[in-house]
C-alpha cells in the first residue's frame, strides 16, 4: 500500500504545471478551451500531495472524444471517469519525464470542472480555509493509515462545506456532495 504524503507547499508546483501544460498544448490546443491548474498544488501556501492536478477544458461534450484521442496520442492511456461523473481520466503512459500528475478532461463548468475550480478559488481566497484544510490533510495522511480512499473519504465533508459556500456565493444551483460512510 503506498504512503499518502502531505508536504508544505512547494513554490516549484506551478512550474510543474507549466511544463506539463506545455507538453500537452502542441497536441491539443486546436481543439481545447484551455489546460488548468487545479488541486491542492494549485494554491499558494497549501499543503499537499506532490501530484499536480490539471484540467483538459473543452467547449462541450461533442469535443470530448475527439479531445480524448489527442490527449492519448500524446503519450497517455485513458482510464474511465474513476466514478466521477463528467471527469475523464488519465494515466500517463509514454511521458514518464513529466512530474507527477493526474489529467483530467472536463467540459467547461459541468459539475467535475466547476467543483474543481470552485474549491480552487475559494481556497486562494482565503487563507484561513487554507490553513485548516492544510491541518485537515495532515491529519488525514496518517489516519488513513496509507489508504487513498480512506485519506479521500476523511476530508470529504470539509470539501462538502466549502463546495457548498462556494456554490452559495456564486448563484449556482445548489447540488449534493458524497458523504462517505466513516463508521
Not at 12 to 40: C, M, N, T
Not at 44 to 59: R, S
Not at 62 to 85: C, F, H, M, N
Request: aromatic residues 8%; without cysteine.
Amino acid at each position: 500500500m503506498d504512503r499518502i504524503v502531505v508536504r508544505d507547499a512547494d513554490p516549484q508546483w506551478p512550474k510543474q504545471f507549466q511544463e506539463i501544460a506545455a507538453y500537452l498544448s502542441p497536441f491539443i490546443a486546436d481543439s481545447i478551451v484551455r489546460i488548468e491548474h487545479v488541486g491542492s498544488t494549485s494554491v499558494p501556501g497549501l499543503a499537499a500531495k506532490p501530484i499536480i492536478d490539471i484540467d483538459v477544458v473543452v467547449a462541450n461534450e461533442e469535443q470530448v472524444p475527439i479531445v480524448l484521442g489527442l490527449i492519448e496520442s500524446a503519450g497517455y492511456r485513458w482510464v474511465g471517469d474513476l466514478t466521477v461523473k463528467g471527469r475523464e481520466s488519465f494515466e500517463p503512459a509514454d511521458v514518464t519525464q513529466l512530474p507527477d500528475h493526474h489529467l483530467y478532461l472536463v467540459v467547461e463548468n459541468n459539475r467535475a470542472h466547476a467543483d474543481h475550480w470552485l474549491l480552487r478559488d475559494a481556497l486562494i481566497d482565503d487563507p484561513a480555509l487554507v490553513e485548516r484544510y492544510a491541518s485537515i490533510k495532515r491529519e488525514n495522511a496518517v489516519l488513513s493509515g496509507g489508504d487513498g480512499e480512506h485519506y479521500v473519504a476523511l476530508k470529504a465533508a470539509f470539501v462538502a462545506e466549502v463546495l457548498t459556500e462556494a456554490r452559495q456565493s456564486h448563484k449556482m444551483v445548489p447540488v449534493d456532495y458524497w458523504k462517505p460512510n466513516l463508521g
